[in-house]
Nanobody, 118 residues
Framework: QVQLVESGGGLVQPGGSLRLSCAHS????????MGWYRQAPGKEREWVAR???????NYADSVKGRFTISRDNAKNTVYLQMNSLKPEDTAVYYC????????????WGQGTQVTVSS
């Protein structure tokens, strides 16, 4: 059973930083990639960042240079370090895990709220 649990959200002022964590009950090495998505009120869920089992990463243009995704296989945890936060970063952030086999299986966490406001 795949269980992803996010934490680290909260209220921060513009220009501030937060670090989100996504902990898996099992080994994250079993996934081909893990990532973060976000959904702002009234908007569709959008992809933010991804890290592959090889260690490679990619980012949405809107967060490139400000956000950093990383993983700690020993702790079965993926992180999203968010710096220089802007009000438009306000959203519920979701952790995602992807496993590629015969098809593509995707798993989601319950989400954590990030609010950037003065």
């Amino acid at each position: 059973q795949v269980q992803l649990v996010e934490s680290g959200g909260g209220l921060v002022q513009p220009g501030g930083s937060l670090r989100l964590s996504c902990a898996h009950s099992g080994s994250i090495s079993n996934f081909n990639a893990m990532g973060w998505y976000r959904q702002a009120p009234g908007k569709e869920r959008e992809w933010v960042a991804r890290i592959f089992s090889t260690g490679g990463t990619n980012y949405a243009d809107s967060v490139k240079g400000r956000f950093t995704i990383s993983r700690d296989n020993a702790k079965n945890t993926v992180y999203l370090q968010m710096n220089s936060l802007k009000p438009e970063d306000t959203a519920v952030y979701y952790c995602n895990a992807m496993r590629i086999g015969v098809g593509v299986m995707q798993y989601w966490g319950q989400g954590t709220q990030v609010t950037v406001s003065s």
